[in-house]
């Protein structure tokens, strides 16, 4: 069964701070991998996502993650966070079979 | 464009019940997908419903089922409840199928006692 990880599980920063989220994937076939962020009384709402192309993907707000399919890994990044970034972030891989897996969520929060 | 609607939005039942909860996709929207999320064990996939038909299923116990009509309205169930059962009931509706963006629902939050 595929599994993801995600090793940052609370990650406290300023604003304008840089921001990497970590994410690995086991699964070693073909992969669709996203980036779900849930704000504080929201519903989760799709960041970005990878089906294939260039490896760095861009989502909204400024966010943006890169595939390394050697590492099995897909990132999240952003160059400047700002205090409206605060939520959980959750990576999901989804393997061949249509099956989507979630990692563990990210706590983000930016003091102001 | 309504979003995914849930219903009920809180539940609280004693062991051993059954309890089912209800899904409204957004419309046009063919594919369904329950997950369970609990602070242990994060974000689990139940089980997707494509066309009134069961397309995938995760690892959960037979207890838990669910449907889905031709309206694309779905419903999952949970028989026998456990106590390790409370958590938040997540629906997500998309296109197609999970490759395509997932719109989530608030949740259904189930309380066992």
């Known amino acids: 069964a595929q599994s993801v990880s995600q090793h940052n599980h609370h990650v406290i920063l300023s604003e304008a701070a840089s921001l990497e989220l970590g994410c690995n994937y086991s699964?070693?076939?073909?992969?669709?991998l996203f980036w779900y962020v849930q704000y504080p009384g929201q519903h989760l709402q799709l960041l970005l996502k990878?089906?294939?192309?260039?490896?760095l993907v861009k989502g909204i707000k400024g966010f943006e993650a890169e595939f390394i399919k050697s590492k099995f890994s897909f990132n999240l990044r952003k160059p400047s966070v700002q205090w409206s970034d605060t939520a959980e972030y959750f990576c999901?891989?989804?393997?061949?079979?249509?099956?989507?897996?979630f990692g563990g969520g990210t706590r983000l929060m930016v003091k102001p | 464009k309504a979003g995914v609607t849930q219903t009920p939005r809180y539940l609280i039942k004693t062991r051993g019940q059954q309890v089912t909860l209800s899904c409204s996709p957004i419309?046009?929207?063919?594919?369904v997908s329950w997950y369970q999320q609990t602070p242990g064990q994060g974000l689990q996939f139940l089980f997707e419903?494509?066309?009134?038909?069961?397309?995938n299923k995760g690892n959960f116990p037979g207890r838990f089922s669910g449907r889905q009509f031709s309206n694309s309205r779905s419903e999952m169930n949970v028989s026998t409840l456990e106590l390790g059962d409370s958590a938040l009931y997540l629906c997500?509706?998309?296109?197609?199928?999970?490759?395509?963006?997932?719109?989530f629902g608030p949740g259904t939050r189930l309380t066992v006692t």
């Open positions: 699964y070693g076939g073909t992969v669709n």
């Open positions: 999901a891989a989804l393997d061949a079979g249509n099956m989507l897996t």
């Open positions: 419903y494509f066309s009134e038909t069961q397309r």
């Open positions: 997500a509706s998309s296109l197609e199928s999970a490759a395509y963006e997932q719109y």
């Open positions: 990878y089906f294939s192309g260039d490896p």
């Open positions: 419309s046009g929207h063919r594919s």
